[in-house]
Structures are given as C-alpha cells and as structure tokens.
C-alpha cells in the first residue's frame, strides 16, 4: 500500500508498509525494499563499503511517523525486534525534537527565537548545534553571494504575508526590513562559542537547512543504538545510512517537476548519503496573473518567478538540504558550476517556461547506480 506525505512543496518517501493511525506507533514490515519518491530528480553517491565477516541477526524492517519541524518525518530501520525498533526510533524523534527547540523559527522559546532578541553587538553563547549549521550557512554564503542567506528572515516573513494576502509587499516597508538583511551582519566565534548580532531587527530563518540537520542528527542517533540499516526523510530531506539486507542500497524513485501525473521518471540507488529536493509544484501563488514561488530571492524580495526544481546528493542532508535551496536561487547554470565545487556532490536541475523544460545534470549524474 502506497502513501506519501506532501508538505511545503516537498514529497517524503513512498513505503511500502501498512500504517497504523498513531504516529508514535512503529510497526513491522515484511518487505525487504523501501521505494522513495521525491518530487525533483534525486542523485545519489553509492558509497563502497566492507563486509563483516560477523553474521548479523535477522533483521526486520520498522517504520514509524511522526510529525516534527512543521511536517511529517518517516524513519524506516531493520531491527531484530520491535523492542529493539521502538527504543531507535523513539530516540531518534526525540532528538528532531531537541533541534526543533534549537533551530525553529517558529517557537518562541527557540534558541534561535532567543538569539535574535538580544541586543545588537552582544555576543551571545550558542549550543553547538546552533552553531554547526549557522557555521555552514555562512560558508555557503560566501559561496553564493548571499544567494543562500539566513539572515532573510525579515523579507521571507513579509513574503509569507503577502502570499496569505495575495499581494506584493510593500516596496517602502521591504526596503526599510532590507538593513536587517546580509549574511556579514551575523558574527560568529567558534572558538568561543558565541553569535552576536550586527543589526537591528535581525530575524534568522533556518528553512533552507535545519530539517537536513535533524536528519543527519536522527540517523546518527539510531547508529549509536546499533540501528545503522535505516532511512529518515524529513519532508524532502532524506538520509540513509547502510543499505537494507542483501540490497546494494534504496532503491530511490525519481519524479521531477514536468513529470505527468507524478509519475516516476527514472530510479536509484541510495546508501550512506542524502538527497534533498526543491521545488514549487506545490508551493506557489498567483499575484496579479504572475506565478511566484515560495522561495524568496533575495534580490527582489519577492518570490522566484522562474519554474525550477533541484535535487541534490552528497554525505549528509545539511548540504543537500542548503544546496538545493541555493541552487533554486541561482539557476542552472550558476548552480552546476556550485555542485561541481562542492567534491562528491551530483545534481539534477530542471527549469520550466512557457516555451520549453531544460533539464540539465552533474557530471556525477550519469555514473549513479540504477537498479537493475
């Protein structure tokens, strides 16, 4: 039985399980292949790996859902029991949990929500989590030239209204939020510990990259539990770690953005990476006859106004996660250029006008394995 959860523009995976009505219910399936499928192209490194000459327990697939980080998350693991599967899974939502707390926007009581409120030029102790992905956010943007940018916070709130209101903010008050806005406003000291705020009204949204992390997180939290066959998808970010039983890896379905009706437009496999895909098909708005999208660029304030989806692979769903984001901002042509300077990276980027659909790749693309 085929299901899927369909959230901020994103698809989580397609399982083949039955499902019970409780999300904090985890359950066997007798299966012994999960099939994924995004709604953008997915890339994917298959990393080698060694044998144990130990032999393992009989292992069962598990999957439990629960809704975390404003979607649904799907863990999929092989256990010997449910006792074993259970105690995974539980601590792996947990820690989504804690990192919600941590990075979201949303919450009040956030450390991020907390940060952002305290005095301009006060250098403020962060958690290391806050730390590690502001870390990375900033170093991806230098490399865009603050097409990838955190700090957008301001002008995303305001696109966010005007989608609810289908109109366009306005110009004077977008200008005015515009001084809150650049990466080099957010100061941070690693070595210390510490972020301090450069401006007033700053506002970080961390949409573009805190879910990739938490799945990261979940799915290092389910090794340390001995729980190393599993997957986590966190809306369209997904981690996965060694591949199920006898398997080369997930096998991955690919739909992109043109795809007819959703369906699956190529397959492959996927182990000890992630993939995080980014498009519109869901998450757009009308104004005045003009399609935008609910990615913001931070050049006009407003949303993009080009048709593009991006799926993007590499080690971990932080930098798949950033980078597709990015890359949605950049385009084609400056994004495939960014993929090629990030190593062990592929990507897929399909654009789509009135007139024609361009799909381009990577050069890691072609070399993916498929399943036979």
């Known amino acids: 039985m085929n299901s899927v959860a369909n959230l901020h523009g994103k698809k989580t995976i397609y399982t083949e399980a039955r499902r019970s009505h409780d999300p904090t219910v985890i359950h066997p399936i007798r299966k012994t292949r999960v099939f994924a499928a995004l709604s953008a192209f997915i890339a994917v490194i298959l990393l080698s790996g060694c044998v144990s000459a130990k032999r393992e327990p009989e292992l069962q697939l598990y999957e439990a859902i629960q809704p975390h980080m404003g979607t649904l998350v799907t863990i999929s693991l092989y256990a010997p029991d449910k006792v074993a599967a259970d105690n995974a899974a539980t601590a792996a939502f947990a820690r989504i949990a804690e990192l919600n707390m941590i990075l979201s926007d949303y919450e009040e009581e956030s450390e991020l929500r907390r940060l952002v409120r305290e005095p301009v030029g006060m250098p403020v102790k962060i958690s290391d989590d806050l730390m590690t992905v ?34 366009l903010p306005d110009p004077a008050r977008l200008a005015q939020v515009r ?107 009308l104004i005045d006859g003009v399609r935008y999208s609910h990615i913001v660029d931070p050049e006009t304030g407003h949303g993009l106004r080009k048709r593009i989806g991006v799926t993007v692979v590499a080690r971990d769903a932080m930098t798949t996660d950033s980078l597709a984001t ?22 897929m980027i399909v654009e789509v006008t009135d007139e024609k659909t361009t799909r381009v790749t990577s050069r890691g693309y072609l070399e993916l394995p498929r399943p036979k």
């Open 134 to 167: 502001l870390s990375h956010s900033r170093d991806l943007s230098k490399k865009t030239d603050g097409a990838f940018d955190v700090t957008m916070g301001p002008i995303i709130r305001f696109w966010r209204r005007a989608r609810r209101q289908r109109t």
């Open 179 to 285: 001084s809150a806005v650049g990466y080099e406003k957010l100061k941070l000291d690693p070595r210390r510990g510490t972020a301090t705020l450069l401006a007033t009204n700053m506002f970080i949204d961390l949409g573009g990259i805190a879910k990739g992390y938490a799945a990261d997180e979940a799915l290092v939290t389910l090794r340390k539990l001995g729980i190393s066959r599993a997957l986590v998808a966190a809306s369209g970010d997904i981690r996965a770690g060694d591949p199920p039983p006898g398997e080369k890896g997930w096998n991955v379905g690919i739909a992109s953005i043109d795809a007819v009706n959703g369906e699956l437009t190529d397959r492959t496999l996927l182990k000890n990476a992630a993939v995080s895909t980014s498009g519109d098909t869901e998450q757009n708005v």
């Open 326 to 347: 990015a890359i949605s901002v950049l385009g084609a042509e400056k994004g495939l250029k960014l993929i090629e300077s990030f190593p062990g990276t592929a990507a």
